[in-house]
């Protein structure tokens, strides 16, 4: 598949965005929800940061106390054997698994899609039980004129999914946790099928491991029912450890001899090297829990050295793109550290599922 990226990439890094208090570093922004708003393309950034610390036996992170009402700052000990640091992104601990960092939702906007203005401070930050450790990987859809915020609430708890609302990006409404743990990788359908909210998430097996793709239906967005299994992880391929949703899933027609219209979704997989990359699928338009087709061979894949190198490296993820003059316009966290733009080719990722031959 033939990707054009950006020669302005990384459009966004960690030092464009400015820290939420004067003692924390942004050391990630990545994973941004996307839409068209009036005349300009809004982000919604996923802002990873951490405390400064100038001290190398020690780790420190940021959590969200509720009966305070702030960040309290956590500090762990390298020299203790029994804390865990193997995965930069976590802390494992006798006592509990902590993140390495905490992050917030933050706009930016940009006229052309590609220079963008980023606001100064959080546009949600942590606020209840549920978001103790931070927001994650939004996810935007416009729904009957009124754009549904969907993210990630990371906590003591566990991993939530959770729901916001806003008309005009200035002020937000939040619905609370409409996925319970662990359940991640979730997007709402654009528009109704057949009167039913649909939506992609993501549940974890706790006994067996299985992070696969799910389906659900709901009269209201906030009651979720009727679950049933989409697709899961395919062996020896490079979706064969974990799948999950990625972008908001769109309505294409396929054309002649076809004229049939499907849902598109462009989704992440993982290899068994953790090597993040994007492929796509086909639902059915009016039984969206029906795969059409799927992408053998990845659509993007880490190939450029940001990608490949950072936080967490061989990562490509995205949270959203616009479809927009027969092109995939993707934004994409790349190695867990900078927001980066590239384009697909709509007709060539509709060969790619296989359905023309």
């Known amino acids: 598949m033939k990707v054009f990226r950006s020669p302005n990439n990384p459009i966004i890094k960690p030092e464009d965005v400015k820290p939420s208090m004067y003692d924390f570093e942004v050391i990630g922004v990545f994973n941004a929800g996307v839409t068209r708003f009036k005349d300009e393309v809004v982000l919604l950034l996923r802002v990873a940061e951490r405390p400064i610390n100038k001290h190398p036996d020690i780790v420190l992170t940021a959590i969200y106390d509720v009966s305070k009402g702030q960040l309290i700052i956590k500090e762990f000990s390298k020299g203790d054997p029994e804390n865990n640091f193997s995965d930069p992104r976590l802390i494992i601990t006798p006592k509990g698994t902590y993140l390495t960092s905490i992050s917030h939702l933050r706009l930016a906007r940009s006229k052309d899609g590609i220079n963008f203005e980023i606001e100064d401070a ?75 909210y649909y939506a992609l998430h993501r549940p974890v097996s706790s006994l067996f491991g299985k992070q696969e793709i799910w389906i659900a239906e709901s009269p209201d967005l906030c009651c979720w029912g009727n679950h049933r299994y989409l697709m899961g992880p395919r062996p020896n391929c490079w979706d064969e450890i974990k799948i999950g949703a990625s972008a908001v899933p769109f309505k294409i027609v396929l054309g002649a001899p076809y004229g049939e219209q499907g849902w598109l979704e462009v989704y992440h997989g993982v290899d068994r090297n953790n090597r993040y990359c994007l492929g796509a699928l086909l639902l059915d338009s009016q039984e969206p829990w029906k795969v059409i087709a799927r992408t053998e061979k990845p659509i993007f894949e880490p190939e450029a050295d940001y990608e490949c190198n950072g936080f967490f490296g061989n990562v490509v993820f995205s949270c959203g793109l616009l479809c927009e003059d027969d092109k995939l316009k993707i934004y994409y966290g790349a190695a867990d550290t900078v927001i980066c733009y590239a384009e697909l080719s709509l007709e060539e990722t509709i060969k790619g599922l296989n359905l023309f031959g």
């Open 122 to 196: 959080p546009t949600i930050r942590p606020a209840n039980d549920y978001e103790t450790f931070g927001l994650e990987d939004p996810r935007i859809s416009l729904i009957d004129g009124t754009y549904y915020i969907n993210y990630v609430g990371v906590g003591h708890f566990g991993v939530t999914t959770c729901l916001a609302s806003t008309k005009d990006f200035n002020t937000f409404e939040r619905h609370g946790v409409i996925f319970s743990p662990d359940n991640k990788d979730v997007v709402l359908f654009p528009e109704r099928v057949e009167g039913k």
